[in-house]
């Protein structure tokens, strides 16, 4: 049996030594490279070409790069019967942590505000946030979002965290489901955006959702890109309802060149970096599960293909 890795956009080239330095002698291959297709038994996939996988017949398991399938599930022509997994990691989980802390406390200082400001000498002097004058709302409340609510938490802010089913976490306040979204946007000063990308959460963050954001919330998007209409966001910030936002992932990624969000003043992108996996630490996960897929056994870390994550 072999690993095939498939992607498109991204280097996986450091998957390819961490595999081989792993485990010397085991069979990868770089797609298209693939050799016999018949032999494709595992694939290790980041935003593969669409319908690439139905040339493998004996395909049985796809392993996500990342903690999102999206990219995988997308895929109107992925075989029926490949099981799915992600990755889930220590390292993702505390990396996509400090990159919220960070954007909240930038926030609060308006960071970016005096970085700009420096660019014309100018010394103005504005009222800041403190960690009890705002209420931080986590969108989705699995693996990242419920350490990074936690960690917020630590800081001395007051959280409340919005999933599918209620999570009861020491500290935070739970809301669940379509019913208590209302409530949870109205008190969240603050709003994180770390829902997987699903039929039911694709563009999530629009007009209506910021409406019910008390004045001069700001929004964090760390999830994907699809979960924003981008023209809603452009609209309540010209507004004045939203104070700004920072934006880590993109409908397009890269951000074309000509795109809006790269000017407007009250915008913060970064090139989709707030947690990326590293394959040092995450090989072993995907490694145990070709292990277990050869021996027949169940598989870590294995996403519903119903749900969609
Ligand atoms: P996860 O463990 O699968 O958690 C997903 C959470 O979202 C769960 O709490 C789930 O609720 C909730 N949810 C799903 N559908 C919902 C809905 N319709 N309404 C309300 N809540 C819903 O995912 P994760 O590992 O935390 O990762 C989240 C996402 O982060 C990934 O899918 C990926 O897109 C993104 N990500 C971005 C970066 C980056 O660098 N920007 C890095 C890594 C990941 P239940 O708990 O009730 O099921
Ligand atoms: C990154 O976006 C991931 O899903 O891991």
Redesign the pocket.
């Known amino acids: 049996m072999s690993i095939l890795i498939i992607n498109q956009g991204r280097y996986l080239g450091h998957w390819v030594t961490a595999l081989t330095e792993r485990r010397p002698g085991l069979d990868v291959r770089v797609y298209p490279d693939a050799g016999s297709p018949d032999e494709i038994e595992f694939a290790l996939a980041w935003n593969h070409p669409l319908g690439a996988f139905k040339e493998f017949p004996n395909l049985k398991c796809i392993a996500s790069t990342?903690?999102?399938?999206?990219h995988i599930l997308r895929d109107p022509e992925l075989p029926a019967q490949v099981q799915v997994t992600?990755?889930?990691d220590d390292n993702?989980?505390q990396?996509?942590a400090t990159?919220v802390v960070a954007q909240v406390l930038n926030h609060m200082r308006d960071l970016h505000g005096y970085k700009a400001a420096q660019n014309t000498s100018s010394w103005k002097q504005k009222r800041y946030l403190r960690t009890q004058d705002v209420t931080i709302g986590v969108?989705?409340?699995?693996?990242?979002?419920?350490?990074t609510a936690l960690q917020l938490s630590q800081l001395g802010f007051k959280v409340l965290?919005?999933?599918?089913?209620?999570?009861l976490l020491e500290g935070i306040g739970a809301y669940?489901?379509?019913e208590e979204?209302d409530a949870f946007l109205s008190s969240s000063n603050i709003l994180i955006c770390?829902?997987?990308?699903?039929k039911?959460?694709a563009n999530?963050l629009n007009k209506q959702t910021f409406e019910k954001l008390p004045q001069d919330a700001f929004v964090i998007n760390?999830?994907?890109g699809e979960h924003l209409v981008e023209e809603d966001l452009i609209e309540m910030l010209d507004k004045g309802h939203l104070s700004g936002a920072s934006l880590?992932?993109f409908r397009t990624e890269p951000l074309p060149e000509e795109h809006p969000f790269w000017s407007h003043p009250k915008i913060n992108v970064t090139p989709?970096?707030?947690?990326?996996?590293d394959p040092a630490s995450a090989v072993s996960q995907v490694l145990e599960n070709y292990d277990r897929l050869r021996n027949g056994e169940d598989l870590l870390n294995l996403?519903s293909r119903t749900?969609?994550?």
């Open positions: 990342g903690a999102g399938v999206d992600r990755i889930v993702l989980t990396d996509m990159f969108m989705g409340m699995g693996v990242l979002g419920s350490h965290g919005w999933s599918r089913s209620a999570k669940a489901g379509p979204l770390l829902l997987p990308l699903t039911e959460t999530i760390v999830a994907r880590d992932v989709h970096i707030a947690s990326v996996t996403v749900k969609g994550y």
